[in-house]
């Protein structure tokens, strides 16, 4: 998150909301993106029905106990509601194609 955070201005410019979503509480997304600097809005799928929705939940191994969690993924979605890109697990981490692809519409003009 703290790289999308490190390129909002080039999202931003190409009229892009950036949105986190976490199977943490309200409170602890609050705590997190105030330790982390992070300014856009970080919403809470505490049911994880967005994360099973999309095909991210998976299972942890913590200390002998099974956690279902959720996969790191990042989605480019365009105003109709398509999913346009997906990035999942490592491909998450690094924004640069998400940001790239947000700003080809503006660079063909459409």
């Known amino acids: 998150m703290k790289a999308f955070q490190a390129s909002m201005d080039k999202m931003e410019g190409a009229d892009t909301q ?13 705590a997190f993106a105030t330790q982390n600097g992070i300014t856009f809005p970080l919403l809470g799928d505490m049911d994880a029905k967005a994360i099973k929705e999309y095909g991210l939940e998976k299972e942890y191994k913590i200390g002998g106990a ?45």
């Open 18 to 30: 950036v949105l986190g979503v976490s199977v943490d509480s309200p409170f602890a997304n609050h």
């Open 66 to 110: 099974t956690i279902a969690s959720a996969r790191r993924a990042t989605f480019l979605i365009d105003k109709e509601g398509k999913v346009i890109e997906e990035q999942i697990d490592n491909d998450a981490i690094d924004p640069t194609k998400i940001v790239d692809a947000c700003q080809l519409p503006k660079k063909t003009g459409k």
